[in-house]
């Protein structure tokens, strides 16, 4: 199917982050793709660099780009008939509806897409020009974002730095808790426990001291962390979790302290 | 490479330059100890436990005084 079918004279054809737009040299006529320097230039971006989104440029006629690069300088006469070209242009894109340009009810979902996506290149457009010769910069910035949410979804989530990081740390604390414990405690389920030296209390009163606790779990591979302070007969009578697989953790105490009872 | 009580000290200094505030410092000192854990001299972890601790209760609380105590200590170690 050719989702480009009702996009007629739209400049924003070009935009194609699915790439679905025909790569033929020969573009089908009658088909609604009336606006010749368009596809010509449509014609010289192949599937592949419409595929890959670090390369895809967007490509605005010349004469559009001459008059926005024109604004700021030339006569008066050509500045009147840039602006009059600006209000024209800016006018044409506004009036798209919402759901995007010439998309209609009951399309391919793809195409729906399409839709919102050039919408927001659309807006990029005349912002661009509002600004008076950023017309560029503003298609790279909204296609730069388009991209991000593309690649986005095709990511499996290991090429976050973050899980990199948490990884790194995970690993770490584990290693550390393994060569430094003052006591383990191997749990009937599997789980280990590595209890770091007591922290014995700076002043005087029912708590004893505290101890960073760190538990590994072989089955899952899951490593938590969290401080244990000790009554003065050696009982918990407080935890505060600090970390899960290497990302800290901004928990409460329990039971709470008076500081965060507001007491 | 091994994290010394002195890059521990520089660290504290600079937290404690920022404002005494007892969590986000304890939470400094945590985040070292995730990083860095692996690498730390052997004086270095119960420095290093003694400030996450603080963040435990009041009964741990290191007074601004005592922070810059324990910095000129390690610093000098």
Redesign the interface.
């Known amino acids: 199917m050719n989702v480009y079918l009702h996009v007629g004279d739209n400049p924003i054809n070009h935009i194609d982050p699915h790439g679905l737009a025909s790569t033929s040299a020969n573009w089908e006529p009658g088909q609604g793709h009336n606006d010749a320097p368009y596809r010509a230039d449509y014609s010289s971006t192949t599937r592949e660099e419409a595929n890959d989104l670090r390369k895809f440029q967007p490509k605005l006629p010349e004469s559009t780009c001459s008059i926005v690069q024109n604004r700021g300088g030339g006569s008066g006469e050509e500045k009147a008939g840039a602006a009059a070209e600006h209000e024209k242009w800016a006018n044409h894109w506004k009036s798209y509806p919402v759901t995007g340009p010439a998309v209609r009810a009951g399309e391919d979902i793809d195409a729906g897409n399409y839709g919102k996506a050039a919408l927001n290149v659309g807006n990029a457009i005349i912002d661009g020009w509002g600004a008076g010769g950023l017309i560029r910069g503003g298609l790279r910035k909204t296609l730069i974002s388009e991209g991000k949410e593309w690649f986005a979804a095709k990511s499996t989530g290991t090429e976050s730095v973050n899980a990199a990081t948490a990884l790194?740390?995970k690993l770490?604390?584990l290693?550390?808790a393994q060569?430094?414990a003052a006591r383990t405690r191997a749990l009937p389920e599997g789980r280990i426990r590595y209890y770091?030296?007591e922290?014995a209390?700076?002043?005087?009163?029912p708590?004893r001291g505290?101890s960073?606790v760190t538990e590994w779990d072989p089955k899952t591979g899951n490593v938590r962390s969290w401080?244990e302070?000790y009554g003065q007969a050696g009982d918990v009578s407080?935890v505060?979790p600090?970390?899960i697989n290497?990302q800290?953790v901004n928990a409460p105490?329990y039971p709470s302290?008076?500081?965060e009872l507001g007491l | 490479m091994t994290y010394t009580a002195k890059q521990f000290a520089l660290g504290l200094r600079n937290q404690l330059d920022m404002g005494y505030d007892v969590k986000r410092i304890a939470?400094w000192a945590?985040?070292e100890?995730?990083?860095?854990?692996?690498s730390?001299a052997p004086e270095v972890?119960?420095v290093v436990?003694?400030i996450?601790?603080m963040?435990?209760?009041?009964?741990?609380?290191?007074s601004e005084e005592?922070i810059r105590r324990l910095i000129a200590d390690i610093s000098g170690s």
Not at chain 1, 201 to 205: D, H, I, N, R, W
Not at chain 2, 55 to 62: H, K, R, W
């Open positions: 790194q740390s770490s604390a290693e550390t060569q430094t770091g030296a922290t209390a700076s002043k005087p009163g708590t505290a960073y401080m302070s407080r505060h600090k970390m290497g800290t105490h302290t008076g500081k | 939470d945590h985040g100890y995730l990083c860095h854990g692996r730390f972890q119960s436990m003694k996450v601790a963040d435990e209760g009041p009964q741990f609380e290191l005592d």
